[in-house]
């Protein structure tokens, strides 16, 4: 099937950095792609939906400033957290669906910490 | 936005057939069924989907009741690997729309 990837799998920052993912469609190409937030043990949580080539759509209670994504390409997607604080810390997962394919794909998800 | 209900946990004996039931009363007739499954910190793993008739592949079978009120996927030999959290989710065809992932069903293997 196909694959998408996330870059870091695991990343620690210290509280007021900022940290970049990045997610790729490795084997297609992806129009739009879904980030998800995770908290322990809750479910997956839509965060936002980057469209490439135009501007994000987010969730209500997402900011938009603080998680920036851009979505440069048919096959990269990134999401930068600004400023990062320690409540920021949580799974970070993204997904992407091939056109007319039944199927949307996951990547392996991002674990932030921060500190 | 909750379309779906299932049992919070299940268990199985390994070797015998998981059955986890979902119930989406309110599904649209153009609302597909689709079961995806997530092992402890990993991303979300496709199982299955249907419309209407019952669907197998090689990981699965989803049978859907005929009014669609409801469906059941069923792991045939559930292994230890098959311990994680499965997910019943009803979305329109394919298109550029996201999951929506309820609460799920952790179901653990037991030895």
């Known amino acids: 099937g196909a694959v998408v990837s996330q870059h870091p799998s695991r990343v620690i920052c210290k509280s007021g950095t900022s940290v970049k993912i990045e997610c790729r469609s490795l084997?297609?190409?992806?129009?739009?792609m879904f980030w998800y937030r995770q908290f322990p043990k809750k479910s997956l949580m839509l965060m936002a939906t980057?469209?490439?080539?135009?501007?994000?759509?987010?969730e209500q209670g997402v900011e938009k400033d603080k998680f920036l994504i851009n979505h440069a390409s048919l096959t990269l997607s990134t999401l930068t957290v600004t400023s990062a604080h320690p409540e920021d810390s949580s799974f970070y997962i993204c997904?992407?669906?091939?056109?007319?394919?039944?199927?949307?794909?996951f990547g392996p998800g991002t674990r932030l910490t921060v500190t | 936005d909750a379309k779906t209900t299932q049992p919070p946990s299940m268990d199985c004996a390994e070797g015998r057939a998981a059955n986890l039931p979902c119930n989406h009363s309110?599904?649209?007739?153009?609302?597909?069924v689709y079961w995806y499954r997530q092992i402890h910190s990993q991303g979300p793993q496709y199982i299955i989907h249907?419309?209407?008739n019952n669907e197998t592949n090689e990981m699965a079978s989803l049978i859907i009741t005929e009014d669609r009120k409801s469906s059941t996927l069923i792991l045939p030999h559930a292994t230890l690997r098959d311990t994680a959290v499965y997910y019943c989710?009803?979305?329109?065809?394919?298109?550029?729309?996201?999951?929506?992932f309820g609460t799920g069903t952790r179901l653990t293997v037991i030895p």
């Open positions: 989710i009803v979305r329109v065809e394919p298109g550029a729309n996201n999951l929506f």
């Open positions: 980057s469209n490439e080539g135009s501007k994000a759509t987010y």
């Open positions: 997904s992407a669906e091939p056109d007319g394919s039944y199927e949307q794909y």
């Open positions: 309110t599904i649209s007739g153009n609302e597909y």
């Open positions: 084997d297609f190409q992806a129009t739009t």
């Open positions: 249907g419309l209407k």
